[in-house]
Nanobody, 120 residues
Framework: QVQLVESGGGLVQPGGSLKLSCAAS????????VTWYRQAPAKERELVAALTPHTGSTSYADSVKGRFTLSTNDVENTAYLRMNGLKFEDTAVYYCNAARDYSGQLQSYWGPGTQVTVSS
Protein backbone atom coordinates (compact mmCIF):
# COMPACT_ATOMS: atom_id res chain seq x y z
CA GLN A 1 0.00 0.00 0.00
CA VAL A 2 1.03 3.58 -0.56
CA GLN A 3 1.93 5.24 2.68
CA LEU A 4 3.78 8.25 4.05
CA VAL A 5 4.61 8.51 7.72
CA GLU A 6 6.15 11.60 9.28
CA SER A 7 8.21 11.49 12.42
CA GLY A 8 10.60 13.66 14.38
CA GLY A 9 8.21 16.25 15.71
CA GLY A 10 8.15 17.31 19.31
CA LEU A 11 8.64 20.12 21.76
CA VAL A 12 11.60 22.41 21.19
CA GLN A 13 12.72 25.73 22.62
CA PRO A 14 12.98 28.85 20.47
CA GLY A 15 16.22 28.81 18.52
CA GLY A 16 16.37 25.04 18.62
CA SER A 17 16.41 22.54 15.80
CA LEU A 18 14.43 19.53 14.67
CA LYS A 19 14.76 17.15 11.76
CA LEU A 20 11.51 15.75 10.45
CA SER A 21 11.44 12.53 8.48
CA CYS A 22 8.90 11.26 5.99
CA ALA A 23 9.23 7.57 5.19
CA ALA A 24 7.57 6.34 2.01
CA SER A 25 6.35 2.85 1.23
CA UNK A 26 4.58 1.48 -1.82
CA UNK A 27 6.29 3.98 -4.13
CA UNK A 28 9.58 5.81 -4.46
CA UNK A 29 10.23 9.50 -4.02
CA UNK A 30 12.64 9.81 -6.92
CA UNK A 31 10.07 10.76 -9.57
CA UNK A 32 7.69 12.69 -7.33
CA UNK A 33 7.47 16.29 -6.34
CA VAL A 34 8.04 16.33 -2.60
CA THR A 35 6.59 19.06 -0.44
CA TRP A 36 6.25 19.90 3.20
CA TYR A 37 3.23 21.78 4.48
CA ARG A 38 2.26 22.99 7.89
CA GLN A 39 -0.97 24.03 9.52
CA ALA A 40 -1.40 25.84 12.80
CA PRO A 41 -4.73 25.98 14.67
CA ALA A 42 -7.21 28.38 13.06
CA LYS A 43 -4.81 29.02 10.18
CA GLU A 44 -4.81 27.82 6.63
CA ARG A 45 -2.36 25.22 5.42
CA GLU A 46 0.92 26.74 4.32
CA LEU A 47 3.41 25.42 1.81
CA VAL A 48 6.78 25.33 3.53
CA ALA A 49 9.17 23.71 1.07
CA ALA A 50 9.17 21.90 -2.26
CA LEU A 51 11.55 19.75 -4.28
CA THR A 52 11.04 18.99 -7.97
CA PRO A 53 12.39 15.74 -9.47
CA HIS A 54 13.27 17.07 -12.94
CA THR A 55 15.67 19.70 -11.73
CA GLY A 56 16.28 18.70 -8.14
CA SER A 57 15.66 22.30 -7.22
CA THR A 58 14.16 23.34 -3.92
CA SER A 59 12.05 26.29 -2.96
CA TYR A 60 10.96 27.64 0.39
CA ALA A 61 8.40 29.92 1.89
CA ASP A 62 9.84 33.30 2.76
CA SER A 63 9.06 32.67 6.40
CA VAL A 64 11.43 29.69 6.57
CA LYS A 65 14.01 30.50 3.92
CA GLY A 66 17.51 30.20 5.29
CA ARG A 67 16.33 28.16 8.26
CA PHE A 68 14.70 25.05 6.76
CA THR A 69 16.18 22.54 4.33
CA LEU A 70 14.26 19.91 2.36
CA SER A 71 16.14 16.85 1.17
CA THR A 72 15.51 13.28 0.10
CA ASN A 73 17.49 10.10 0.39
CA ASP A 74 16.70 7.75 -2.48
CA VAL A 75 18.31 4.73 -0.85
CA GLU A 76 16.25 5.17 2.30
CA ASN A 77 13.21 6.36 0.32
CA THR A 78 12.77 9.07 2.89
CA ALA A 79 12.29 12.82 2.75
CA TYR A 80 13.54 15.17 5.41
CA LEU A 81 12.90 18.66 6.63
CA ARG A 82 15.73 20.07 8.70
CA MET A 83 14.52 23.00 10.77
CA ASN A 84 16.97 25.35 12.43
CA GLY A 85 16.44 28.53 14.38
CA LEU A 86 12.89 27.60 15.27
CA LYS A 87 10.48 30.34 16.24
CA PHE A 88 7.17 30.39 18.11
CA GLU A 89 5.33 30.92 14.83
CA ASP A 90 6.74 27.66 13.47
CA THR A 91 4.42 25.76 15.80
CA ALA A 92 2.15 23.64 13.62
CA VAL A 93 1.36 20.18 12.41
CA TYR A 94 3.79 19.39 9.61
CA TYR A 95 2.76 17.21 6.69
CA CYS A 96 4.74 15.74 3.85
CA ASN A 97 3.30 15.18 0.40
CA ALA A 98 4.45 13.37 -2.71
CA ALA A 99 2.76 14.10 -6.02
CA ARG A 100 3.17 13.47 -9.72
CA ASP A 101 1.28 13.78 -12.97
CA TYR A 102 0.72 10.20 -14.05
CA SER A 103 -0.95 9.75 -17.45
CA GLY A 104 -2.69 13.09 -17.09
CA GLN A 105 -4.00 12.37 -13.61
CA LEU A 106 -2.59 13.79 -10.41
CA GLN A 107 -1.36 11.30 -7.86
CA SER A 108 -0.98 12.87 -4.46
CA TYR A 109 -0.10 11.17 -1.19
CA TRP A 110 -0.15 12.64 2.29
CA GLY A 111 1.21 11.60 5.62
CA PRO A 112 -0.82 11.96 8.82
CA GLY A 113 1.38 14.76 10.11
CA THR A 114 3.69 15.33 13.04
CA GLN A 115 3.32 18.03 15.68
CA VAL A 116 6.04 20.62 16.14
CA THR A 117 5.69 22.86 19.16
CA VAL A 118 8.11 25.71 19.78
CA SER A 119 7.80 26.96 23.32
CA SER A 120 9.95 28.31 26.11
Amino acid sequence: QVQLVESGGGLVQPGGSLKLSCAASGFTFSTYTVTWYRQAPAKERELVAALTPHTGSTSYADSVKGRFTLSTNDVENTAYLRMNGLKFEDTAVYYCNAARDYSGQLQSYWGPGTQVTVSS
